[in-house]
């Protein structure tokens, strides 16, 4: 089992950054990849962006390419989704997510095994 808890999110204006992090813990020694998605209220959770963990390799959503950055602290067992460049469309809750084998998709939610609780971000116009 992987318990993953997210932080970071918070109210910024649009223009603005935040820095989300995603804490891993338990049996992360299988970990392939982590992931961040999003969902507003009444839509679908979307993919954000992923990464492998140990290959370091790197996919973004067409929404989040250029604006956010993902990283990985493997010792620290965080992963990290800078955001910059905020609008209000951005506005949702944040999910984690990890998958502790080698994966064929990354783009759908039934692509990961495990999921943190979510943190709220809001942009304001």
């Known amino acids: 089992q992987v318990q993953l808890v997210e932080s970071g999110g918070g109210l910024v204006r649009t223009g603005g950054s935040l820095s989300l992090s995603c804490a891993a813990s338990?049996?992360?020694?299988?970990?392939?990849?982590v992931g961040w998605f999003r969902q507003a209220p009444g839509k679908e959770r979307k993919f954000a962006a992923r990464?492998?963990?140990?290959?370091?390799?790197?996919d973004y959503s067409d929404y989040a390419m250029g604006r956010f950055i993902i990283s990985r602290d493997v010792a620290k067992n965080t992963a990290f989704l800078q955001m910059n460049d905020l609008k209000p469309e951005d506005t949702a809750v944040y999910y984690c997510?990890?998958?502790?084998?080698?994966?064929?998709?990354?783009?759908?939610?039934?692509?990961?095994?495990?999921w943190g609780q979510g943190t709220q971000v809001t942009v304001s116009s």
């Open positions: 338990g049996d992360t020694s299988s970990t392939y990849a």
């Open positions: 997510a990890i998958i502790t084998r080698v994966q064929t998709g990354f783009r759908t939610p039934n692509d990961w095994e495990y």
């Open positions: 990464i492998t963990w140990r290959s370091g390799i790197i």
